[in-house]
Every structure is written in structure tokens, then in C-alpha cells.
């Protein structure tokens, strides 16, 4: 049964109980051509002639009379549906509502911002935060385990809704007793350098050896560390020196723990989106945080096309 075949049905019950076609026509609102034209389709759709007309008589068909007991009721069940969809709007949003995030994501302004507004406007939904790097949450997506995610990462997939958001700024650190810290320099001057890099799997590791890759330092030797928060530690116990979202890093910079480096050419901002499968149904709840997601920042909604995780 379409929406279009249920109007038909109104139109019938409609002509019926007023007796004629242009009285039903004037008890619907509608023409008395749209009327007639509405109750041939139906005789055509359903194969059977459903009101005699011979003479003065005006009154449904035996088919015509078994069809108007089925389509009251089914006026009356869709009637309730819209009334009980209409009623469940305007109930307080329940359940939960389950976003994944990887780690820069949640240190930025951004992200608890929005969680923040998102909690207070529907305090009886359950939030559950999922922090991990961009690999493990991407297979979380596409496994239905997380619905939403925020992550700072390219991605490219023709089965995922992508919202750019505002990309993070990058940022060079060193040790306050680093010889170039708050100085200029190129890749040249961090010859023999130690190089702090995030685990693998992690989006912030594989920008970093882009960066590498492009910069070319000479003899650079690197280290792995399982989070940006002990990168920036070791950083500023002169471990070694880090190329990290300053949005990780702008506590330990206020605090005179850890210096910029000024590198030419500085690291390109890294790009910030939010994700969802296309062929997945968006709970309230997650329709309701994206609907915030999108007050909070300009976004464009596209889906990517490209090769799935």
C-alpha cells in the first residue's frame, strides 16, 4: 500500500459517505475532476468497478463494499501511526547515544562543546564516548558498533556520509632547552634529530610520516608512543621533539612547558569530519547531535567516493 493508493482510498470512503462524487469532492477540499479522477485509478488499481451508477442510483459494488470495510480501517491504523509518530516527538529523548571521537578530537573545543549542549537539552540520554585512533574507529563505523564519529583523518568511502568540520592546526614542539625553541629553521637544522611519533593505526602517525617523508631530515631517528598526552611529557623532558595538533599541546605552551619550533614550511592544517554510514538508520538521539554538529560549525554534507577501510 503507497501513500498515493492510501489518498485514493480517503477520496473513496470520502465520495461514499457524501453520496456523490461532488459532494465528497467539497467534504475532501478538492475539485470534483481531481475526485473522479482519484476513485477511476483506484477501479483501475484494484481491477474491479467499485460504485454503480445507473440512473439515479448512486452506491457502492459488492467489490466496492468489501473494499470500504478494509479501507476504514486502514484510514483509521495510518491515522493512529501519524498520531503516535506526532505524540513520540514530542516526548524527552531517551536511550543512549554512542559517539566515537579519536584523541585530538576531544581535546579541542569543539567536540565537548557540543556534548555539553547536547546533554543539557536531553539530559535523559545516555552518552557513551568512545576514544580511539582513527583505524580502530573507522572498522567500529563500518561494524555498526559506533553510529557517529568524529575523527581527524582523510577519509575516503563511497559508503559514508563525510561533514567536514574545521580542520586542526599542526604545530612543531620542542623542549624549553632546545637550542632552536621559539627560533626558525628548516629540516636541515634538526639534523640527527629524535622524532616522537604516535602508534600505528593512529591518523596523528601517519601524518607525522607524511611530514617525515616530505621533510627529509637528515639521520632523524624515531620513537613510538601510545598517546599524544606522553608525547607532549617526553617532549618537554627533552625526549625528543613532536609534530602534534596544537590543540594537544596548547596547555604545555601556555604553561612554558614545551616551545614552538618555527619549520619552513609549517605542517598544513589536518583535516576534522564526521562520519556515519549511508546505509544506516540515524536514531533521534544521533539525529538530534548532528543537527547540533551542524549549528555549531559551517558544514557540507557529502558523501566520498573511494576505496572502503
Same mark, same amino acid.
Given at each position: ?97 554512542? /559517539?566515537? =571521537? ?6 579541542? @573545543? +569543539? %567536540? &565537548? ?7 543539557? *537539552? ?109 608525547? /607532549?611529557? =617526553? ?6 621533539? @613532536? +609534530? %602534534? &595538533? ?7 605552551? *601556555? ?55
Amino acid at each position: 500500500m503507497t501513500l498515493t493508493s492510501l489518498q485514493r482510498l480517503r477520496v473513496y470512503v470520502g465520495i461514499v459517505d457524501a453520496g456523490s462524487v461532488s459532494a465528497g469532492a467539497r467534504a475532501l477540499g478538492i475539485t470534483q475532476s481531481t475526485a473522479s479522477t482519484q476513485l477511476r485509478q483506484l477501479e483501475v488499481e484494484v481491477g474491479s468497478l467499485l460504485i454503480e451508477r445507473t440512473g439515479r442510483r448512486f452506491a457502492p459494488t459488492e467489490a466496492g463494499n468489501v473494499l470500504l470495510a478494509h479501507a476504514r480501517r486502514l484510514i483509521v491504523v495510518a491515522d493512529e501511526a501519524v498520531d503516535d509518530l506526532a505524540k513520540m516527538s514530542l516526548r524527552p529523548l531517551t536511550g543512549a547515544l554512542v /559517539v566515537g =571521537a579519536t584523541t585530538t578530537t576531544t581535546e579541542g @573545543s +569543539f %567536540l &565537548p562543546a557540543t556534548l555539553r549542549k547536547f546533554t543539557a *537539552a536531553y539530559p535523559e540520554v545516555t552518552l557513551d564516548l568512545r576514544v580511539e585512533n582513527s583505524t580502530t574507529l573507522l572498522r567500529k563505523v563500518f561494524d555498526g558498533d559506533v553510529g557517529v564519529a568524529i575523527l581527524a583523518d582523510e577519509v575516503d568511502s563511497p559508503l559514508l556520509t563525510v561533514v567536514p568540520l574545521a580542520p586542526e592546526e599542526q604545530t612543531v614542539i620542542v623542549s624549553r632547552a632546545h637550542p632552536l625553541a621559539g627560533l626558525s629553521g628548516d629540516s636541515r637544522t634538526l639534523r640527527g634529530s629524535v622524532v616522537l611519533l604516535r602508534e600505528e593505526g593512529s591518523a596523528t602517525r601517519r601524518f607525522q610520516e607524511s611530514l617525515l617523508e616530505s621533510w627529509k631530515i637528515p639521520l632523524v631517528r624515531t620513537w613510538t608512543l601510545a598517546s599524544t598526552g606522553a608525547i /607532549v611529557s =617526553a617532549v618537554a623532558e627533552g625526549l625528543g621533539m @613532536s +609534530f %602534534l &595538533p596544537r590543540v594537544a599541546c596548547q596547555d604545555a605552551l *601556555a604553561s612554558n612547558r614545551i616551545a614552538e619550533l618555527n619549520l619552513d614550511p609549517l605542517p598544513s592544517p589536518r583535516p576534522v569530519s564526521l562520519i556515519h554510514r549511508n546505509d544506516r538508520h540515524l536514531s533521534r538521539a544521533e539525529e538530534h547531535f548532528l543537527a547540533l554538529v551542524a549549528d555549531g560549525i559551517p558544514t557540507t554534507t557529502h558523501s566520498q567516493q573511494g576505496v572502503t577501510p
